[in-house]
T-cell receptor
């Protein structure tokens, strides 16, 4: 079983809609969670870090963490075509390395 | 603002050549990582380092070695390049909170 799982997509949403990206993880002791955005042909960019249960908002982005359910999500409000990218969820393992999900491809249609 | 730089964006080498990929970070981070990324396989960790002179094998170290002589610099070495090492190579620098910051990547083609 994979340690970090994401739907591969592609997820297609119209411009202005809310995009919801989901990630589940298997390590119950994980304390921090990260979302990366990767444009085609580019390197991953850290866009959100979340460490405690609940919501964390940063502009149009909201990360939601539920440790009991081992679930972390990323909501993108007012989606723009420039948000079209692959979004990677990452969770540190006990050795401090990051375990990455396979990524969800998001397409925002004008 | 964290900055991670890699020596080349694109590189073309021939089978059997020795290849050096350089990575430099300017945030005084202890941790540095080398990944490769291939379509359908995601990010795979090759080697990482938690301190100068230290190195640890990742998930796919075969055919690679690394060097960390200075804190800010982490080099990936392909001793004898092969066609199956054609890939995007990504270096990352990590802070105490386990956040990792990636360089722009090197797209290596081995002919």
């Amino acid at each position: 079983q994979k340690e970090v799982e994401q739907n591969s997509g592609p997820l297609s949403v119209p411009e202005g809609a809310i995009a919801s990206l989901n990630c589940t993880y298997s390590d119950r002791v994980s304390q921090s969670f990260f979302w990366y955005r990767q444009y085609s042909g580019k390197s991953p960019e850290l866009i959100m870090s979340i460490y405690s249960n609940g919501d964390k908002e940063d502009g149009r982005f909201t990360a939601q963490l539920n440790k009991a359910s081992q679930y972390v999500s990323l909501l993108i409000r007012d989606s723009q075509p420039s948000d079209s990218a692959t979004y990677l969820c990452a969770v540190p393992n006990q050795g401090g390395k990051l375990i990455f999900g396979q990524g969800t491809e998001l397409s925002v249609k004008p | 603002d964290v900055k991670v730089t890699q020596s080349s964006r694109y590189l073309v080498k021939r089978t059997g050549e020795k290849v050096f990929l350089e990575c430099v970070q300017d945030m005084d981070h202890e941790n540095m990582f080398w990944y490769r990324q291939d379509p359908g396989l995601g990010l795979r960790l090759i080697y990482f380092s938690y301190d100068v002179k230290m190195k640890e094998k990742g998930d796919i170290p075969e055919g690679y070695s690394v060097s960390r002589e200075k804190k800010e610099r982490f080099s990936l070495i392909l001793e004898s390049a092969s066609t199956n090492q054609t890939s995007m190579y990504l270096c990352a620098s990590g802070n105490l909170y386990n956040e990792q910051f990636f360089g722009p990547g090197t797209r290596l083609t081995v002919l």
